[in-house]
């Protein structure tokens, strides 16, 4: 049941039951909210999601502080805090200037999200009595929570932050941006389980990178574990070291590019006009000015007296650098780690530690009407939490992407970028490319598409001649495939050359040099110009530094929309021209706000990866965030050997097979950059089809939910599956689990990692009589007979009944010049039949060796065991089976059609 308490006189028709996802029913979820009222109409209001009691309860008593809490099984997770809100260049609170008006409950349904319960909380501020309204929403055919503010008046000087200076000084990113309206607001001081017991999952910065940043108590962690802000995106929380935890989700749900949930500083234990101090940390630019004193506490006190000083940065006399310098600041944007230096911001008011939603701070006008909303998703254990966390946001935003007829997302690629072996001053030229090419055909590597990277444009996005000197037309007809096109920020010579047809918005200066972009009201036009003009050439559009195109345009910092129509300018403009677009250094908002834009398929979630970068390979963590929202994460270019002479990094690389299989696990693009005569073309097999149509997983891999509770470290275990046709025209087709895992470990060492049933995600078809076949990488390599046809499964597999474990291992030395150790296991059901059981182990010779680009189908009869492949014609295909015990092979030729069947009889 999920009901309302509430006093008879109005309790009609609030109760219409409770549906939930399965994941939540057996999670106790509770919200509670108490709210201050000198009359009220409701006395209590209580919402359930999930088998157990989740309870909203309003308690509109006089003289109560405005309160709200929201526990699970039983427990206090997140304690509401009363709401703020910041309008005519002040901040209005309860007591404070914001007056509670009433509150009013409400059901309904909508078209997406189905039906609705609500509680609406109406406010007047300040002297203008300035409407504002916060509210309370449960969805319960999703157990969702949803919380709400309103501007029926709109706002003025919304913002509690001045636009930074047009200095080149500004940093890329500003994570000291915290909400200019706070409504919910959650206590996170070191009291509160937010603060100390919970685990927590943050994604944020550039490529949405997960920065290591999950750990356990968020007072713990410094800046560089949980970044916030404008840089941040969703927020998990769990229960620690427990199988399939009890997790929420929380984040931004609409107005993704004005949302945001930031951790405040907190001046709980500071007095008014008193700064907190952070030890070893710079606040590196957004200089005021600078001068002499003794101490911090004297830097302290001056920026206090300073007008627009927000914090200050202090370089004692151990700092040779500086010498004894007090350096005033508007913000702490750009914060780092600094030996030496001591840094603080002036607590201008005390406030309890707090994690607080709303408009970010430099919004300067709310326009009247506009709302913006944050989620909370419950779920029983972490993966499932944002799978469901995704769902309901691509439900609420009907969501769509042109992935199926991407050309980038689902076939082999050649890349030129950083990390390519042709970079820098290595730039590729057509006659380069066409000798490339030749060379991958010599080798029948089925490459389908080439990326450029920036050195092939000028400032017109016009292919420079030196290296193109016949245009993009003729290097197309060299190569003989499509061009994924780069584009990133503009500067005033694209503005100058465009100056009579377009419109351009000046930013603040990138290396000296005002950043362009094209403004919001001729996106698409100018978009759709440019890409046009190359029709007969593109297959797909990559737009790289958007962070900077954000971060950088103050005319995309302050408004509640310029972005928003920016961004869907040009992938409208992409969609007309049937083309894809890349995201590339996105931050978690602007991928949130892709969810609206079919165009947008896939995002790249790796620095650039450079032989002497491969420190950021653990993409597995952005993949958590990207593919709920069904955005395709992907490795940046990878190499097929790792010695390859000439590279403009003079290094070879390390880890090349694991990073290949990364880069197949992420669910997306996969690019090679090897150079001409180079490529390993047996490694690159392993990774597609002969006609290059990559064989991946339905899901991308991303860690397991144990990996969360442990410290951040090499040591990883991540997990892919795919959901294949399965059925059977006998009795038992509830036993007949259509869900193939594949798991990827790297340096389980010291007597390795463990795996149950309930570690897998999604849940097996009768999980509780599953039973799994465990095989390794490591035991198909050509030469070993223990997985050859007729020999005793026993050697070549493991089983993985309910109740037990197998333990994964990846060897305790990495392979000549490699820094990891690594292994795939296959996790494959067994299916009964009346001849005993049978497990598909999948096809020989693919890391991943169950996809739905080679087995369209499986269907079970009796004895007989029916197999329906797709692929190239004459294409030849070998999968391996456990039958009875034994391991049996299973030989098929894809025929002109693109398909084949095939099938394999039980011995009885």
């Not at 780092?336 to 840094?343: D, F, L, N, Y």
């Not at 057509?430 to 090419?437: G, H, N, Q, R």
């Not at 006609?691 to 990996?707: I, S, V, Y």
Request: glycine share 8%; net charge negative; hydrophobic share 40%.
């Amino acid at each position: 049941m999920c009901c309302w308490t509430v006093p008879e006189r109005i309790a009609g028709g609030f109760c219409s039951g409770c549906h939930g996802n399965p994941e939540t029913r057996n999670m106790a979820v509770l919200l509670f909210v108490v709210l201050s009222a000198l009359a009220t109409a409701v006395n209590a209001v209580t919402w359930t999601a999930g088998a157990k009691a989740t309870l909203l309860r309003v308690d509109l008593a006089e003289g109560m502080p405005g309160l709200y809490s929201l526990s699970v099984n039983g427990s206090t997770w997140l304690q509401g805090m009363a709401p703020a809100v910041h309008c005519q260049g002040q901040w209005f609170r309860p007591g404070a200037g914001l007056t509670w008006v009433g509150a009013y409950p409400a059901t309904g349904s909508d078209g997406y999200l189905g039906q609705w319960q609500a509680l609406h909380v109406n406010w007047t501020a300040g002297e203008s009595m300035m409407s504002w309204t916060t509210s309370f929403w449960y969805y319960p055919e999703h157990d969702s929570f949803r919380f709400e503010q309103v501007y029926p008046d709109g706002c003025a000087q919304a913002n509690t932050s001045a636009l930074p200076a047009n200095t080149s000084n500004l940093g890329e990113f500003d994570s000291s941006s915290t909400p200019s309206s706070q409504f919910p607001q959650w206590d996170a001081s070191n009291t509160s389980a937010l603060g100390t017991t919970l685990g927590y999952l943050s994604v944020a910065g550039r490529m949405s990178h997960d920065h290591n940043s999950h750990g356990i108590g968020l007072t713990g962690y410094g800046r560089s574990n949980l970044l916030t802000g404008q840089e941040g995106g969703p927020l998990a929380l769990f229960e620690v070291n427990k199988s399939n935890p009890a997790t929420l989700v929380l984040s931004s749900m609409d107005q993704f590019m004005t949302g945001i949930t930031a951790r405040v500083a907190t001046c709980e234990q500071y007095a008014e006009n008193q700064c907190l101090i952070e030890m070893d940390v710079d606040y590196r630019y957004n200089d005021i000015s600078s001068l002499n004193t003794t101490s911090a506490g004297a830097c302290c006190e001056a920026c206090h007296k300073t007008p627009g000083c927000t914090c200050f940065t202090y370089a004692p006399a151990t700092v040779p650098v500086y010498g004894t310098l007090c350096w005033l600041k508007s913000s702490a944007a750009g914060s780092m780690s600094a030996k030496g230096h001591v840094s603080g911001r002036v607590c201008k008011h005390q406030a309890a530690a707090v994690v607080a939603s709303g408009p970010h701070s430099y919004i300067q006008q709310i326009p009247k009407g506009f709302s913006l909303s944050f989620l909370i998703q419950p779920a029983q254990g972490i993966t499932a939490a944002m799978d469901g966390w995704g769902s309901v946001l691509r439900t609420l935003h009907n969501t769509s992407r042109q992935t199926e007829t991407d050309l980038v997302t689902n076939y082999l690629g050649y890349w030129t970028d950083n990390g390519g072996y042709y970079y820098g001053g290595n730039n590729p030229t057509t006659s380069i490319l066409a000798d490339v090419f030749k060379d991958l055909s010599s080798k029948k590597v089925p490459v389908r598409y080439l990326q450029l990277d920036p050195y092939w444009f000028d400032h017109a996005w016009f292919p420079k001649p030196k290296l193109f000197p016949k245009g993009l037309d003729d290097l197309r007809h060299q190569v003989g495939v499509p061009l994924l096109l780069y584009s990133y920020f503009w500067d005033i010579h694209t503005a100058a050359a465009y100056n009579d047809t377009y419109k351009f918005w000046y930013g603040y200066e990138n290396n000296g040099r005002p950043l362009v972009v094209v403004a919001p009201s001729d996106s698409y036009r100018f978009y759709n110009d440019i890409i046009k003009q190359y029709s007969s050439v593109i297959g797909g559009f990559e737009v790289d530094f958007l962070d900077f195109n954000y971060l950088l345009t103050p005319g995309f910092l302050s408004s509640t929309s310029n972005f928003d129509v920016w961004a869907a300018g040009m992938a409208h403009a992409a969609s007309a021209n049937n083309v894809s677009v890349q995201y590339c250094m996105d931050l978690p908002a602007i991928v949130l706000n892709s969810l609206t834009l079919p165009a947008v398929t896939n995002a790249r979630a790796s620095e650039d990866n450079f032989p002497t970068n491969e420190h950021r390979w653990k993409i597995a963590y952005t993949s958590m965030f990207y593919w709920p929202l069904r955005v395709q994460s992907f490795m940046d270019v990878v190499w097929s050997t790792a010695n390859q002479p000439g590279n403009p990094y003079h290094v070879s690389r390390k880890n090349v097979e694991l990073q290949m299989i990364i880069a197949t696990l992420s669910a997306g693009p996969v690019g090679i950059g090897d150079g001409v005569g180079l490529t390993n073309a047996t490694l690159v097999t392993h990774v597609c089809r002969t006609d290059g149509l990559l064989l991946q997983a339905d899901k991308a891999a991303t860690p397991l939910d144990a990996m969360y509770s442990m410290p951040p470290s090499d040591t990883q275990l991540w997990q892919a599956h795919t959901r294949l046709v399965v059925d059977s025209s006998d009795a038992n087709q509830a036993l007949l689990s259509p869900v193939f895992y594949t798991v990827l470990g790297v340096d389980l060492l010291d007597g390795g990692m463990a795996l149950a049933v309930p570690d897998l995600y999604p849940a097996a078809a009768a999980a509780t009589q599953a039973v799994f076949a465990v095989a390794a990488l490591s035991s198909f390599v050509p030469g070993n007979s223990q997985c050859a046809a007729g020999q005793p499964a026993a050697g070549c597999v493991r089983v993985l009944k309910p109740g037990s474990a197998v333990t994964l291992q990846t060897g305790q030395t990495p392979r000549p010049g490699d820094s990891h150790t690594h292994d795939v296991f296959y996790v494959s059901p067994m299916w009964p039949t009346p001849c005993g059981d049978v497990a598909l182990l999948g096809e020989d010779g693919k890391f991943v060796r169950v996809s739905r680009n080679r087995i369209l189908s499986v269907h079970v009869a009796g004895c007989h065991v029916n197999f329906t492949l797709t692929g190239d014609p004459g294409e030849a295909a070998t999968l391996t089976l456990i039958a009875n015990g034994t391991i049996a092979k299973v030989h098929a030729s894809i025929g002109a059609s693109g398909s084949a069947t095939t099938t394999y009889i039980l011995p009885h």
